[in-house]
């Protein structure tokens, strides 16, 4: 296994803006949006690109930053979905998912 280390000064220098042009923190990109309005985030190598970092660098930057700026509360509430949703198609399939859109054009 490899060690990866970025230095504290890179780390602070570059997370909030890691951060915001990563998909971790998804800003208008809702699907209420239209596709002009919505600014999906960037990859790890497209923002290493934008900022002058390598690959590596910006994942650890991420990695790290995301740890930071949820809590475990937040990552528990993701797995709840994640597991929920992965039960739901297994007994299901894809209807466990887009039922909810049939559901809801029938009433309108």
Do not use: H
């Amino acid at each position: 296994m490899s060690f990866f280390f970025v230095d504290p000064e890179t780390y602070k220098k570059y997370k909030d803006q890691v951060l915001a042009l990563s998909q971790s923190i998804q800003v208008n990109y809702t699907e209420r949006l239209t596709p002009d309005k919505r600014k999906p985030g960037l990859s790890d190598e497209q923002i290493a690109e934008k900022l002058g970092l390598g690959r590596r660098t910006v994942a650890e930057i991420r990695c790290v930053g995301e740890r930071n700026y949820y809590g475990v509360d937040e990552w528990e509430k993701a797995q709840e979905f994640k597991e929920k949703q992965c039960r739901a198609f297994a007994e299901r399939g894809v209807s466990a998912s887009t039922k909810k859109y049939v559901e809801r054009r029938k009433v309108e």
